[in-house]
């Protein structure tokens, strides 16, 4: 039976309307309500819930990182509390989904932001000492999309979650391509959901600005994670693509954000299976919506991708890719690179 929420609705308005979500009994009965959210819309997501949620106790959560969540996690479970909703982007939310599993409660998610598909993803990314990592935690309750929030974010991250849910078609190739090679299972219906996820954004004409297009793009984000927990991994939505962009921010982090580093890498991969159609589509898809397609739109230089792409298959052990079956050597690697920066570069 698939686990969907209970509920999901992209509209404008969502944060302030909040309390009507509550006060469905299947999502809280005791009226114990946790709120967490984040240090930069913090004043005004509270000023705007308060109406509506009467004594629920609003927590500020400092940053995406492990201790972060660990200390909501602490507080959550002192509270006895029956719910949490956190409400933010995606590091907020990515918090607040690892604080809800320490502390045993579901977690409803309210996005103010649409960069990448974590906001209903059965992991989440959080920062630690040693760097960035994936950890393991149920999906949400009931998802919200405030539409108001995303038309006032960075136009960049939004336009990011073009990319990241463009590279589920580059992840379903690497999966079938393990199935073939390896006899790696493939889940059927997961593939299906990331597919339909993206092939629903590649070739809209319309963009960021329209309140149709941000619905396509939340409901595309939700199912690419959905097909996540479908799947128990994140298999259909993370392939060659994903290694590289993992790789670039190990080598070099702060580079860029997730959604512009998997659609470079999704088009890279494409390049190296030699799609010329999905390639064209892909590209032409990020250009669009002025998402980066090579290198140098990162900053980065043709030898520093290179390397990325070397590393990459060492950043998924045991996940097999466009990149694991070609094994290239680094000077081949390098020839790759420049060839695509030639065929691609402005």
Same mark, same amino acid.
């Given at each position: 039976?698939?686990?969907?929420?209970?509920?999901?609705?992209?509209?404008?308005? +969502?944060?302030?309307?909040?309390? +009507?979500?509550? +006060?469905?009994?299947?999502?809280?009965?005791?009226?114990?309500?946790a709120v967490a959210v984040g240090p930069g819309q913090g004043d005004r997501i509270e000023g705007l819930i308060a109406p509506t949620l009467g004594e629920a106790e609003v927590f500020r959560v400092a940053d995406g990182s492990v201790d972060a969540a660990v200390s909501l996690g602490a507080d959550l479970r002192k509270g006895a509390y029956e719910v949490v909703v956190g409400v933010g982007g995606g590091r907020t939310i990515d918090a607040t989904k690892y604080a809800a599993s320490l502390a045993g409660i579901p977690m409803v998610a309210v996005a103010t932001n649409l960069s990448h598909d974590g906001i209903c993803s059965p992991t989440a990314s959080l920062v630690y000492e040693g760097g960035k990592g994936s950890f393991g935690v149920p999906m949400p309750l009931a998802i919200l999309v405030d539409l108001d929030f995303v038309h006032a974010a960075p136009e960049s991250l939004v336009r990011s979650g073009v990319g990241d849910v463009?590279?589920?078609?580059?992840?379903?190739?690497?999966?079938?391509?393990?199935?073939?090679?390896?006899?790696?299972?493939?889940?059927?219906? +997961?593939?299906?959901?990331?597919r339909t996820a993206a092939e629903a954004l590649i070739g809209r004409r319309d963009s960021i600005e329209s309140d149709a297009f941000l619905t396509v793009l939340a409901e595309s984000l939700i199912l690419s994670g959905m097909s996540m927990v479908i799947a128990g991994s994140s298999r259909p939505s993370s392939g060659g693509d994903h290694e590289i962009l993992h790789a670039v921010d190990q080598l070099f982090p702060g580079t860029s954000n997730h959604g512009e580093l998997a659609g470079i890498g999704a088009a890279f991969c494409f390049f190296l299976r030699e799609d010329a159609g999905r390639l064209a589509q892909v590209t032409e898809c990020l250009r669009r919506h002025q998402l980066p397609v090579t290198p140098a739109d990162i900053g980065l230089s043709t030898e520093q991708f290179a390397e990325a792409v070397a590393l990459a298959p060492a950043t998924r052990p045991?996940?097999?890719?466009?990149?694991?079956h070609l094994r290239l050597p680094d000077s081949e690697i390098r020839d790759r690179v420049e060839d695509y920066v030639r065929a691609f570069g402005r």
């Open positions: 039976m698939l686990p969907a929420p209970l509920t999901m609705e992209v509209r404008r308005g +969502a944060v302030a309307q909040l309390g +009507a979500l509550l +006060a469905d009994s299947r999502v809280a009965t005791s009226g114990r309500v463009v590279s589920n078609l580059s992840a379903i190739d690497d999966w079938m391509l393990s199935n073939v090679e390896r006899g790696e299972p493939i889940d059927g219906l +997961a593939c299906s959901m990331a045991g996940r097999y890719t466009i990149l694991e």
